[in-house]
């Protein structure tokens, strides 16, 4: 079954087209990869689908049955529909603790419990004395081991990944990959972008690959990553190989 559907949408900036008639859907529990070159529309198409600056010129965003598109923001976080950015952000006036309860709590009709909050943040690996150290003193891999904490949480069904391995050491990646793994083992689906091939091969279930704001390809990861429009388009000459 479909969790989100992602129905013919579009976004321009201008005369450019950074999301061009897109369709796809993640079916509940997946890990679905989104690849592509720089500038091929991933980020902006995570931004229309979270309504987060903004939304869809045109086309349809279902999520959970609901048409969400018309939503603000926050109503599609009340969903179950939550995402991180590339960038590592944190609040650095705010210590552990209080960066993953802030998300989980502020403005929601069901905020969560103070139990429900450290229980993620242990889930990715923080301790009881890791709670009270000030975010601004977090290193590059704990502030995204925090965005995935203060994600998990907000209770939700789906999680937006962009970049998680960006800017990490080959240790951290193979601990985000277990990570990720262990968030879909809670049953939420993820869908998920990055640049960094064999982190992005070894999770997705599917990937979809992207080009100019269009789909060049979708489907199992292995195949996709050899078709040769995808080779072309994504990895030049060069040739992945598992």
């Known amino acids: 079954m479909a969790l989100l559907e992602v129905k013919s949408v ?19 529990g997946e890990i679905f990869g989104v690849a592509g070159p720089n500038g ?50 944190s609040f650095d006036s705010l ?35 890791d709670l009270g150290r000030p975010a601004r003193n977090l290193s590059v891999f704990d502030r995204k081991r925090l965005m995935l904490a203060s ?11 962009d970049e998680p391995a960006s800017g990490l050491t080959k240790p951290e990646i193979e601990q985000t990959i277990g990570l990720v793994r262990d968030i879909a083992a809670r049953g939420i689906a993820v869908l998920l972008i990055e640049h960094v091939l064999p982190f992005l091969m070894s999770l997705s279930q599917r990937l979809m690959v992207l080009n100019n704001g269009r789909i060049i390809g979708i ?15 994504y990895l030049g000459t060069r040739r992945y190989d598992t």
């Open 95 to 129: 210590n552990v603790f209080e960066n993953a309860w802030l998300p989980a709590t502020y403005g929601r009709k069901d905020p969560a419990t103070e139990d429900v909050v450290v229980e993620a943040l242990s889930s990715v690996g923080f301790s009881a004395d």
């Open 10 to 28: 579009s976004k321009s900036f201008g005369a450019l087209r950074a999301v061009d008639d897109i369709s796809f859907s993640v079916g509940d």
């Open 219 to 233: 489907g199992e990861p292995g195949t996709i990553m050899r078709d040769p429009a995808v080779v072309e388009a």
């Open 151 to 161: 994600a998990v949480a907000c209770a939700p069904k789906m999680i937006l990944l």
């Open 40 to 89: 091929s529309g991933k980020s902006t198409l995570f931004n229309i689908i979270t309504k987060i600056p903004f939304g869809p010129d045109s086309g349809q965003v279902v999520f959970a049955g609901r048409e969400v598109q018309s939503y603000r923001a926050n109503e599609i976080v009340g969903l179950g529909l939550v995402r991180t950015f590339q960038r590592e952000a």
